[in-house]
């Protein structure tokens, strides 16, 4: 090229197979990055790169994340210092893929029969894992949390579409082999001088909006039995 300022238009396509989206985490990173080069005769090649941001699309339509989830616990509490019973907890959320900004309805019926005084709560975490030589390192972090109102002893309680909103949060992170993303939400009763009982349900953060034909019918789930 004679001296002068010239200009290129280069055209990539990426890879049609899944590509992990760009990723930073505190043990592991996924990167992409643009390089241009000018090759000069007798002379050091010129160089300069610049990142390649690359997003994943989650479509929440999808057929499985549509379904409800609904899973079940129970325990029997006994002690020299309270009556035995049994502590139950069922909980339903309506499907599995959500967006950030959506509000997750819970419902969930709670069943007290012991002495103690139970409180129900719900929160989402984050789970990061990172895979390298055989073993794995993981992060949990909370990301949103509700309380509900006490259950007394020998009382139920409900949850009938109580609302969780979901923060501004990255995507689930779904398609790298050594390092994951993964997004739970566990309902649980909070019980004195004794373990927790929880469901975890999982969830997908999606990055592509649920349709509006979802809600044509009207999204009223059936009850819990």
Known sequence: MRPGRYEYHFRFMLPQAPLPATFKGLYGKVEYTVEAKLNRPWKLSFSVEQPLPVFERIDINHPLLLLPHEDSKDKVLSGWCCTSGVISLNVKIRRKGYT?????????????????????????????????????????????????????????GKWIGKGMLIPTLPPSYLSCRIITMEYTLMVYLSIPLALNLKVNLPLVIGTIALHPSYYSGGEQPEMLA
Do not use: L, M
């Open 100 to 156: 950030q900004g959506e509000e997750i309805q819970i419902f969930a019926e709670f069943e007290n029969g012991s002495s103690r005084e139970v409180v129900p709560k719900a929160v989402i975490h984050q789970t990061q894992t990172f895979f390298a030589q055989g073993k794995s390192r993981k992060i949990q972090e909370t990301i949103a949390k509700i309380d509900g109102e006490p259950v007394a002893p020998g009382q139920t």
